[in-house]
């Protein structure tokens, strides 16, 4: 089992720091506590060979495309309880949403798999067919509800060769990176949240169009931006990554912690026009809100 006890020792200190938030963070309090408290002794970790590992990233497949865990619903329930309500809160037609997720889901009709992103369009039109269930949604319900399972089915499978991945997504699920920091050497780190993941990426290219061009990607400064933290975008396709180079930053927090602490700079980039492909609380907010003021 994954053990998120230090995970979640950053967070509370994290939230000593952030207290001007108020409770606007306490929806992943809730994720964390669950990914603390998670158990499914059902879940067998992947045993591929290094070889059949490798296989896979050259041909740019996801692990997850063609290895499917074994994982019990009801092993997701207790931690997806708590942010369905908490995400039902924010208005009456998440909440209508919500509930039709939640029918689906106990009728069988949907479970684990439809929360995966590698698992295709069949997966994704299961959710929009039994639950028209909003983006912002089901990326929430997601990045909440699976990385425990998903980080025990990888644990054995991690080693990726240097410079045996060249695509935007995740190795290991295909879900969409979520952080970007530059590491003491310079190189730059992309995490995935969904699984826990992190491998190192070309440093100018968009992780989400491949754009390539130098002058493609651009820093934008967020309002409230401390040293050393940046926002990334690119003008292509307009997607943006937070990030932080631990050069100027030696102490910052890993890059969860940075970047669920941080929605006051997805609030400013999504202001300017750009989009990130998991989620923020800042798509939480009403459209007229401003959580800096
Ligand atoms: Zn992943
Ligand atoms: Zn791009």
């Given at each position: 089992?994954p053990d998120y ?10 939230l ?11 929806l992943?309090?809730s ?14 970790p ?8 490798r ?6 497949v996801?692990?997850?495309a ?12 207790e931690?997806?309880g ?25 009728a069988?009709?949907?479970?684990p ?16 067919d039994?639950?028209a269930?909003?983006a ?7 990045h909440?509800?699976?990385?425990p ?8 499978v991690?080693a990726?060769?240097?410079g045996?991945?060249d695509r935007?997504?995740c190795p ?14 310079g ?5 995935c949240?969904l699984?826990?993941?992190?491998w ?6 968009c992780?989400f169009?491949?754009a390539?061009q130098?002058?493609?990607?651009v820093?934008?400064l967020?309002?409230g931006?401390e040293?050393?933290y940046f926002?990334?975008?690119?003008l ?6 937070k ?10 927090a ?8 941080s ?5 400013y ?5 750009y989009w990130?492909?998991t989620?923020?609380?800042?798509q ?5 809100s401003?959580?800096a003021?």
């Amino acid at each position: 089992m994954p053990d998120y006890a230090g995970l979640c020792a950053e967070w509370q200190e994290m939230l000593t720091r952030r207290r001007a938030m108020g409770d606007a963070l306490a929806l992943w309090t809730s994720v964390l506590d669950g990914w603390r408290g998670w158990q499914d002794p059902g879940v067998e970790p992947l045993r591929w060979s290094a070889e059949q590992c490798r296989e896979r990233w050259e041909r740019g497949v996801p692990l997850l495309a063609e290895a499917v865990p074994a994982i019990a619903p009801e092993s997701l329930e207790e931690i997806l309880g708590p942010v369905m309500e908490r995400l039902a809160a924010a208005g009456p037609d998440d909440a209508v949403a919500l509930g039709r997720f939640a029918e689906a889901w106990d009728a069988g009709r949907i479970g684990p798999a439809a929360l995966f992103p590698a698992s295709g369009w069949a997966a994704a039109a299961a959710l929009q067919d039994e639950a028209a269930l909003p983006a912002h949604l089901a990326g929430f319900l997601a990045h909440a509800g699976v990385r425990p399972a998903l980080e025990t089915f990888f644990s054995l499978v991690r080693a990726l060769p240097e410079g045996g991945w060249d695509r935007g997504f995740c190795p290991w699920c295909g879900g969409l990176p979520s952080y970007g920091d530059l590491l003491e050497d310079g190189r730059r780190r992309l995490s995935c949240h969904l699984c826990g993941s992190a491998w190192t990426a070309a440093r100018l290219r968009c992780p989400f169009c491949q754009a390539w061009q130098s002058g493609d990607m651009v820093r934008l400064l967020g309002g409230g931006a401390e040293e050393g933290y940046f926002v990334e975008a690119c003008l292509a396709c307009r997607g943006y990554l937070k990030g932080v180079d631990r050069r100027e930053r030696w102490n910052a927090a890993s890059p969860l912690v940075e970047d669920w602490a941080s929605p006051h700079l997805d609030y400013y980039a999504a202001r300017e026009g750009y989009w990130r492909g998991t989620p923020s609380l800042a798509q939480l907010l009403p459209p007229d809100s401003d959580p800096a003021a």
